[in-house]
């Protein structure tokens, strides 16, 4: 211990060695010592004439701020500097009860990084304040507000329809995920309507709201009547998303929302929700349309080549069978090919 003591003290001193070699040095041997003790030898940094001690004195303040220094953390809130303020701001959690206080002074900084920091920091500390970031000008810190109720256990509906209807696509967007991560929320139905209403009017943000609506897995009479539009969308990622999601469910589950998608005429959506799946009903599907001539080719085509290799059921692949004589010259071609990838 008396020893440690002895070279943190000597390591300090190398601090206002002229030498800068021996400087940076002694700048890295106290965070390898790791000592909060050394934060006080870092103070005077914050002016040096260099930029990379003053960058290392703004990390050690950071890193080894405690209780004791809260005149530390005033005087930085009232620094000229917007990097001192954000420090203060970092720190004025660990300096006890005037930490709010602190705070509340820089809430409407000229500096925006100044103002984010002192909004995110006082929001982890008093939740009181959560109300009043969602009424902000500032996209970025009702986005702050949003990451802290995330955190919590409970929050109220009507907070939620608040974000909800918010004029930013950006905190919608939040919203959305933030209700996705409740599940005791949105399947109460109580925000169909104003899901429904995002996905119609937001583009950028549809497949989050459509998503969630599948994953509530139940059906109702505005959902349903909407669905069948959103399910023409031959985009790539809203495919990918919805495949995704309806593969995690049970399909007896969500009937009324396959039958909607088989009836769609987006060929795509229909060949990557059976791509993978293995279920009596995803049999019954494929039967039906490998058997409907009205169907496109390709799709036929298509839901064969997933079975490549695959030693389906009797009924199944006699149909593909009975396909090698098809006047559809891809379907005939197809189904040959599948007799050979089984043999």
Not at 200 to 218: C, F, H, T
Not at 263 to 268: I, M, R, T
Not at 291 to 311: H, M, P, Q, W, Y
Request: proline residues 2%.
């Amino acid at each position: 211990m008396a020893s440690g003591g002895i070279v943190l003290k000597a390591t300090i001193r190398q601090l206002n060695n002229k030498d800068v070699r021996l400087r940076r040095r002694a700048v890295r041997k106290l965070f390898e010592l790791d000592d909060p003790v050394a934060i006080d030898a870092f103070v005077p940094l914050l002016n040096d004439e260099d930029e990379w001690f003053r960058g290392k004195a703004l990390i050690a303040i950071q890193r080894w701020a405690s209780m004791k220094d809260l005149d530390l953390a005033e005087r930085l809130s009232n620094s000229d500097k917007p990097e001192e303020r954000i420090l203060a701001c970092r720190i004025a959690p660990v300096v006890g009860k005037s930490s709010e206080r602190i705070l509340t002074r820089m809430l409407d900084d000229e500096n925006n990084l100044v103002k984010q920091n002192a909004w995110k920091n006082i929001l982890e500390i008093n939740e009181d304040f959560i109300e009043g970031a969602l009424e902000n000008n500032d996209v970025g810190i009702r986005s702050l507000a949003i990451e802290r109720i995330q955190s919590m256990d409970e929050v109220d509906n009507d907070t939620l329809k608040k974000i909800l209807s918010d004029d930013s696509s950006r905190i919608r967007k939040k919203a959305i995920n933030l209700l996705k991560s409740k599940p005791e929320k949105y399947s109460s139905g109580e925000f169909d309507e104003i899901i429904i209403k995002i996905a119609e009017n937001d583009d950028r943000i549809q497949v989050d709201a459509l998503i969630m609506l599948i994953e509530s897995g139940k059906e109702n009479e505005l959902f349903s009547r909407k669905i069948p539009i959103w399910l023409e969308n031959e985009d790539p990622m809203m495919i990918k998303l919805i495949a995704e999601t309806i593969e995690q469910k049970d399909w007896l589950e969500i009937n009324w929302l396959i039958k909607k998608i088989i009836k769609s005429s987006n060929d795509k959506l229909i060949s990557r929700v059976l791509r993978r799946k293995k279920s009596v009903e995803a049999d019954e599907i494929r039967k039906e349309i490998l058997l409907d001539e009205t169907r496109d080719a390709v799709i036929r085509s298509r839901i064969i080549e997933d079975l490549f290799g695959k030693k389906h059921n009797e009924e199944i692949t006699k149909i593909i069978f009975d396909l090698e004589n098809n006047n559809q010259k891809s379907i005939s071609e197809t189904a040959k090919m599948y007799r050979e990838s089984i043999s």
